[in-house]
């Protein structure tokens, strides 16, 4: 189970950077995933503090012009929080970034890299019976507008269920997981929610036993 937890997070952070022709895809070792998971995070910190550097530049012009207005200097505040609230989430970026390659190091590295590349040659195999499933399932909301961490890991739970074999209440839950390691801060809730309908909307189509 900790080899394809493990998986699910590769998958998930270098999905976006891996090639989408099959044998390219087949090519990859492990260290290739792992870099390409990396590279993610680090990219992502790196974003994250890149506006956090702007949000505290415009909170102290907003100061120094302001002549102590009290709408300006309770706008300038809210972009210091708003900073720190970013850099806060670029150092736990950082912070995942190192302890990957830690965790594939105390597995099984095959079934790591094998169920990764499974997890991603499937999702892009199927990514548009995948995310139409999706787009019924959501509720005021598009797909193409979601966080594409949100997206993904909604993308990669109902890759489990309808072609991987995983019951709907174990990649629920990994699900779950991995938005509350890389989502926002409600993003488990909001994944949940989606993919609970998705389970019911599933079973649903189902044909009946009788």
Known sequence: MQAR???????????????????????????????????????????????????????????????????????????????????????????????????????????????????????KTNRGKIDQILSRALVDWQLSRLAWIDRDILRIAVTEILFLGVPDRVAINEAVELAKRYSGEDGHRFINGVMRRVAEQIKAELPSSS
């Open 5 to 123: 937890r493990i998986a699910r997070e590769l998958a998930l952070l270098s999905i976006s950077q891996m090639p989408a022709n099959q044998e390219r895809l087949e090519a990859q070792d492990l260290q290739s995933v792992l870099i390409a998971a990396v590279r993610t995070l680090t990219t992502e910190a790196q974003d994250a503090l890149e506006t956090a550097s702007a949000e505290l530049q415009q909170s102290n012009a907003r100061l120094l012009s302001s002549e102590t207005r009290a709408t300006d200097v309770q706008s300038a505040r809210a972009m210091v929080t708003e900073a720190i609230e970013l850099t806060q989430t670029a150092i736990n970026r950082l912070g995942l970034a190192m302890e990957v390659p830690e965790f594939i190091q105390l597995t099984n590295q095959k079934e790591v890299r094998s169920y990764t590349l499974e997890i991603i040659r499937t999702l």
